[in-house]
C-alpha cells in the first residue's frame, strides 16, 4: 500500500510523538491528536520491523495476536513477516487512528513445520494509535532452551495517509494485475489483428491527414554533400573569424542560448499528420551566414520569405554534475582529470573506456580512423554515418575532410592536371593540406577529442607513412579501405559528385565536368597503393550490404571492435524508416508515467488510422516490418496493420521510471522534491530511482540501430517518447545533450527517415 504524501510518526519503542499513549501504561487519551487532526478520514499506515544481523534463512519472524489484524493467538495461523533486507522483516497495516488497542507477540517460525516455533520473552506487545507502547526496542527468544538468546530490534512507524491516497494505491495495484490484452500473441507473428466492426462514419476518417503533413525545414539541402559537414578547418581560419553572436562555428559548438528548433510541438494524440525529415538536426540561429558551396568560406545566406539562416551544430559535449572532493581526486589520479577524456556514455561503452584508460597506452586512448580509397567509392558517405554513431554512443568524435582543406587553402576550380603524379607542386600542395588536417585533428584530440574522422584519398603509402609518423605518440591510427568494383555503383557516385561536389559548383557543363573526373580519377589510379601496412579494416564491395568482404588485421580494443561490428552491418541501399509514437494510453490520459495500459479511445482510432496510412505508404514494400516494444499500448497500436510481420523489442520498451512507476510529474515534485529537482537540472543523465536514465535508454538501442543499419526494406518502428528521442537522435545527428529535449515529433504522426 502506497504512503505517497503521508505525514510520518516514527518510533523506537513507545515514543508515540503525540498520538495515542505516551509512556508505558499511560491513561487512555494521554498525548493523543485532537480529532479535527484527523479530518477526512485519514487513516494511519503502521510498519513494524525486525532486526538482526546473525540469525539464520531457517527461521522466519511471525506474528500472532487478536483482532482485527492478526486474527489468532495460535502460531500456525501467525503472519509471516516479509524480508525487506538481508538481516531485516516487515509487517505493514492499515488502522484508523483511534482504533482500539492491538495486543500481540513476535515469535519465530522454522521452515522445518515439525520443529516448534519460538515465541518472544517477556510481556504480551500493546499498540495504540499506531505506536508500540512501553520499552520495546528488543525482542528477546529463547533458542536450544536456556542455552541461547536470540535478540532483535524493533522498529516501529505510523504514516498518516489520506483516504485518496489509499484508493490511489489500491488503483494502481489492481492495475498491475489486469490480464494483459495482448498475451498470446507472440513475439514475431503476421496478419495477427482484432476483428473489428463497421465503422461509423466515411472512411476517410481513418486515413491520415495527408494535406497537413508537418514538414520541418531542413538543416541543408537533401544532397548536401557530405563533405560540407565535416570540421571546419581550424588551421586555415583566424580565430574568431567565424564568430557570429556568442556561437564558434569552427568549432561546431553552441551556445543554448543560440538554439532555435522549427519543429512543431504538438502534444495532442488526437493530432495525425506525417513528418518528413531529410536532415533534422536542430538549428542554429546566426547572423546570415552559411558556408559556400565553391570555396568552403561564409558568405552572406539568402533568406527565403520567413525563413531563418541556419548551422548545424555536430558537437556532443555537454556540462558535467559536480564531483566531490575525494571522486575529483581519484580522477585525477586515473587520468580522468579532462571534461572530454570520457564518453558520454554508460553501460559497456563507460566500462570500455575506463578499462582503455587504466590499462591501455596513452596512445590507443585516442582512435584516428584513416580513410583509404579511390575517389567515388563512398569513402566520405562512410566517414559521416561512422561519425554519427560513435557521437550517439557517446563518443567525441569529428570528421575532418582534407578535401575542405584543399578548397580552402587552393580554391575549388582546379583541373585534373592538379592531381598528377608527375606535378611535384601539386603533391606538395596535397601533402601540405593533409598535414594540416592531421595537426588539426591531433591538437582536438589534446582538447578532449576522442575519435577523428580522416577523409581523403591516402592513396600512396608514402602519403600514409607520414599520417603514422605524425601520429606517433598521440594516437592510434586505423586504416579504412573502401573498394568498390560495381560499374553501377560507381557511375553512380560519379554522377553525384559532379552534381553535389563544391570541386564542380562553378562547371556548368555536365560532360565538361565527367571528362575533368573521369581524368582525375586516372591519375589517382595509376599511383593507387592497396593498404598493407599497420592496423587497417577493408570494405570490399559492402556497398549493397551483401556480397560483399570485411577483411580487418591488428583489430583489438572494445571501439574498434565496435566500429567492425557497425561496418559490418552498414550499407548504402536507401530505404525508409517510420518512426511513431503509439496512439494514447490510458496513462497518458491520466498524466502517469510509465505503466503498462491499454490503448483509450482515441489511441485506439489512431492505431486505426496508421494502419489505413501503412497499408497506402507501403503497399508495394512486401517485405516490410513493424517493431514494437513489448508493452501493450504499441502491440495494441500495431494490432490493426495487416500483412507485414511484426516484431516485439524488449530494447523499445520505454525509459523505466523505477519507483516514480505511475505517478504524475505533479506527485513526484510533491513527495520527490529532490529526484524532481535532479531531473530538472540533468534529464540526460538523471537515473530514476531503481529505473533508468536517457544515456541508460541510448546502449540498450545499440542493437536496434546495428538491425536499423543492416536492413534493407522499410521499417515502422511504434516506440514510446524517450526511445524515440534516442533514435531520431542518432538519424538526425543531435547531439546527446539535445536528446531528453527534443520536441513531441511522434505524438500522433508517423516521422519518416528516408
Request: proline share 6%; hydrophobic share 35%; glycine share 10%.
Amino acid at each position: 500500500m502506497g504512503t505517497s504524501g503521508s505525514k510520518s510518526i516514527d518510533g523506537i519503542g513507545a515514543e508515540a510523538a503525540g498520538v495515542g499513549a505516551a509512556g508505558g501504561g499511560g491513561e487512555a487519551g494521554e498525548g493523543a491528536a485532537a480529532p479535527e487532526a484527523w479530518h477526512g478520514g485519514a487513516q494511519l499506515y503502521v510498519s513494524l520491523k525486525m532486526e538482526n544481523a546473525r540469525i539464520s534463512g531457517d527461521l522466519v519472524p511471525h506474528v500472532c495476536g487478536s483482532e482485527p489484524i492478526i486474527g489468532s493467538w495460535d502460531p500456525a495461523r501467525a503472519l509471516a513477516m516479509e524480508r525487506e533486507l538481508a538481516s531485516m522483516w516487515q509487517l505493514s497495516f492499515v488502522v484508523p487512528p483511534d482504533h482500539e488497542t492491538l495486543d500481540f507477540k513476535f515469535l519465530l517460525k522454522p521452515k522445518d513445520a515439525a520443529t516448534p516455533c519460538i515465541i518472544e520473552e517477556g510481556p504480551t506487545r500493546l499498540l495504540t494509535g499506531g505506536m508500540l507502547e512501553g520499552d520495546v526496542r528488543v525482542a528477546l527468544f529463547k533458542h536450544n532452551g536456556d542455552d541461547e538468546v536470540l535478540e532483535f530490534r524493533v522498529f516501529n512507524k505510523a504514516d498518516i495517509v489520506s483516504p485518496l491516497e489509499l484508493a490511489a494505491s489500491w488503483r494502481v495495484y489492481k492495475e498491475n494485475f489486469q490480464p494483459s490484452r495482448v498475451r498470446g500473441i507472440p513475439d514475431i507473428s503476421i496478419n495477427v489483428a482484432p476483428t473489428h466492426g463497421t465503422e461509423e462514419g466515411s472512411g476517410a476518417t481513418l486515413e491520415l491527414d495527408l494535406e497537413h503533413y508537418v514538414v520541418p525545414t531542413p538543416t541543408a539541402p537533401p544532397n548536401e554533400y557530405p563533405a560540407n559537414l565535416a570540421a571546419t578547418p581550424a588551421s586555415l581560419i583566424q580565430t574568431g573569424a567565424l564568430q557570429t553572436n556568442d556561437m564558434l562555428l569552427n568549432d561546431g559548438i553552441q551556445s543554448p542560448s543560440s538554439v532555435s528548433a522549427d519543429f512543431d510541438g504538438h502534444s495532442n494524440h488526437k493530432k495525425n499528420t506525417e513528418t518528413w525529415a531529410t536532415d533534422s538536426s536542430k538549428k542554429i540561429q546566426t547572423s546570415g551566414l552559411v558556408e559556400s558551396k565553391s570555396v568552403g568560406t561564409f558568405t552572406p545566406l539568402q533568406k527565403p520569405d520567413g525563413q531563418k539562416g541556419m548551422f548545424i551544430d555536430r558537437g556532443v559535449g555537454s556540462p558535467k554534475l559536480p564531483k566531490s572532493t575525494s571522486a575529483c581526486s581519484l580522477a585525477s589520479g586515473l587520468g580522468f582529470g579532462s571534461a572530454k577524456t570520457m564518453p558520454e556514455a554508460a553501460g559497456a561503452v563507460a566500462a570500455a573506456a575506463v578499462a582503455d584508460r587504466l590499462h591501455g597506452s596513452k596512445e590507443d586512448r585516442k582512435l584516428a580512423i584513416v580513410l583509404v580509397g579511390l575517389p567515388a567509392r563512398g569513402k566520405t558517405f562512410t566517414a559521416v554515418k561512422l561519425t554519427r554513431y560513435l557521437r550517439w554512443l557517446g563518443h567525441e568524435t569529428r570528421h575532418f575532410n582534407v578535401g575542405k582543406y584543399r578548397r580552402l587553402k587552393h580554391g575549388a576550380n582546379l583541373s585534373a592536371d592538379f592531381f598528377r603524379d608527375d606535378n611535384p607542386e601539386g603533391i606538395e600542395a596535397r601533402n601540405e593540406v593533409a598535414a594540416l588536417a592531421m595537426e588539426d585533428m591531433i591538437d582536438w584530440m589534446h582538447g578532449g577529442g576522442q575519435v577523428g574522422i580522416f577523409d581523403a584519398t591516402n592513396s600512396t603509402r608514402k602519403r600514409r607513412c607520414m599520417l603514422m609518423k605524425m601520429a606517433e605518440g598521440n594516437c592510434k591510427i586505423i586504416f579504412l579501405e573502401t573498394i568498390c568494383n560495381d560499374p553501377s555503383i560507381i557511375e553512380r557516385n560519379i554522377r553525384l559528385k559532379i552534381q553535389q561536389s563544391p570541386d564542380y559548383a562553378d562547371q556548368p557543363d555536365y560532360e565538361a565536368g565527367l571528362q575533368d573526373f573521369m581524368e582525375r580519377l586516372m591519375n589517382y589510379e595509376k599511383v593507387y597503393e592497396p593498404v598493407g601496412e599497420g592496423s587497417y579494416i577493408k570494405m570490399i564491395d559492402m556497398v549493397k550490404g551483401q556480397g560483399g568482404q570485411l577483411q580487418v588485421n591488428n583489430i583489438s580494443g572494445y571501439l574498434p571492435g565496435r566500429i567492425v561490428f557497425f561496418l559490418v552491418n552498414s550499407h548504402l541501399t536507401p530505404r525508409p524508416i517510420l518512426l511513431t509514437r503509439h496512439g494514447e494510453s490510458l496513462h497518458n490520459v491520466r498524466g502517469r508515467v510509465g505503466g503498462d495500459t491499454v490503448l483509450s479511445e482515441a489511441g485506439e482510432l489512431y492505431a486505426k488510422k496508421l494502419a489505413n496510412f501503412i497499408e497506402k505508404r507501403l503497399k508495394s514494400e512486401k517485405t516490410a516490418t513493424i517493431w514494437t516494444s513489448t508493452l501493450q499500448r504499441t502491440i495494441l497500436t500495431a494490432s490493426p496493420i495487416l500483412g507485414f510481420p511484426k516484431i516485439q523489442w524488449r530494447a523499445l520498451d520505454e525509459i523505466n521510471s523505477g519507483v516514480c512507476d505511475g505517478m504524475t510529474y505533479e506527485e513526484i515534485k510533491k513527495t520527490m522534491p529532490e529526484e524532481f529537482e535532479s531531473r530538472r537540472k540533468d534529464k540526460l543523465r538523471y537515473r530514476y530511482p531503481r529505473g533508468e536514465s536517457y544515456l541508460d535508454v541510448i546502449q540498450r538501442l545499440e542493437p536496434v540501430i546495428i538491425e536499423l543499419e543492416r536492413q534493407r526494406a522499410p521499417v515502422v518502428v511504434i516506440s514510446h517518447q524517450a526511445v524515440l528521442r534516442a533514435l531520431y537522435a542518432y538519424f538526425a545527428d543531435r547531439p546527446l545533450r539535445e536528446v531528453p529535449d527534443i520536441e513531441h515529433l511522434f505524438v500522433g504522426r508517423c516521422h519518416y527517415i528516408p
